[in-house]
């Protein structure tokens, strides 16, 4: 009886071209989809920090805070979407493994999030917070935990996005 096992194959294994997962849209070398990431990350949890803040003090003060930095969240997040999905399409290895794509699914569940808690508080962003507007932000900020964990898990576990440290070019088809 002839072993299974011996006939499967890893299509990852068998085609050179799907090793290359190197970042195109890139400084130097450097990522800037990384670069970016940070702004839509630190901004998302301001406007949390800023809902949170009205909640407690009453001041209105905060509702402004909240209502720019949502915009700036939403818009720095479109931004680094759009070279993540610039990387996604253009980079054969990155485009194969599920796990990227797993990566824009959540990422394009966060950017619908961030854009209605934004739209949300256009006109009277003093009255859009409570109850809805801090339940988006609370939504937004475990999107943006997910996401940026699931960001680091593909660069730093699956070395996507990353050079290969043999220092070859095994070429694209
Ligand atoms: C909308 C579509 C998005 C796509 C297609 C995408 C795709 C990718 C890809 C391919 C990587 C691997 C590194 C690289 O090639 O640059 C990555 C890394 C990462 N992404 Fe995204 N991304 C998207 C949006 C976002 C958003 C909105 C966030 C913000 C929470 C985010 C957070 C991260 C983080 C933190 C990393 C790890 C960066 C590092 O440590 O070098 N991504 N993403």
Same mark, same amino acid.
């Given at each position: 009886m002839s072993d299974k096992r011996n006939d499967l194959s890893d299509p990852v294994e068998e085609r050179? +071209?799907?090793?290359?997962?190197? &970042? &195109?849209? +890139?400084i130097a070398g450097h990522p800037l989809h990384a670069m970016l990431v940070a702004f839509p990350i630190a901004l998302t949890m301001s406007v949390l920090g800023a809902d949170l803040l009205y909640w407690w003090t009453g001041d209105p003060f905060w509702t402004r805070a909240a209502g720019w930095a949502a915009f700036g969240a939403f818009l720095m997040g479109v931004i680094a979407g759009v070279t993540g999905t610039v990387e996604l399409l253009m980079v054969r290895g990155i485009r194969n493994r599920s796990s990227s794509w797993t990566h824009f699914i959540l990422a394009v569940m966060l950017l619908s999030v961030l854009g209605a808690n934004w739209a949300w508080r256009i006109g009277d962003h003093e009255a859009a917070v409570l109850p809805v507007g801090i339940i988006m932000s609370f939504l937004a900020a475990g999107l943006t935990a997910m996401t940026g964990w699931h960001g680091g898990k593909l660069v730093?576990?699956?070395?996507?996005?990353t050079k290969s440290a043999e220092g070859t070019d095994p070429g694209t088809d």
């Amino acid at each position: 009886m002839s072993d299974k096992r011996n006939d499967l194959s890893d299509p990852v294994e068998e085609r050179r +071209a799907l090793h290359v997962t190197e &970042s &195109s849209i +890139a400084i130097a070398g450097h990522p800037l989809h990384a670069m970016l990431v940070a702004f839509p990350i630190a901004l998302t949890m301001s406007v949390l920090g800023a809902d949170l803040l009205y909640w407690w003090t009453g001041d209105p003060f905060w509702t402004r805070a909240a209502g720019w930095a949502a915009f700036g969240a939403f818009l720095m997040g479109v931004i680094a979407g759009v070279t993540g999905t610039v990387e996604l399409l253009m980079v054969r290895g990155i485009r194969n493994r599920s796990s990227s794509w797993t990566h824009f699914i959540l990422a394009v569940m966060l950017l619908s999030v961030l854009g209605a808690n934004w739209a949300w508080r256009i006109g009277d962003h003093e009255a859009a917070v409570l109850p809805v507007g801090i339940i988006m932000s609370f939504l937004a900020a475990g999107l943006t935990a997910m996401t940026g964990w699931h960001g680091g898990k593909l660069v730093f576990d699956y070395q996507i996005g990353t050079k290969s440290a043999e220092g070859t070019d095994p070429g694209t088809d």
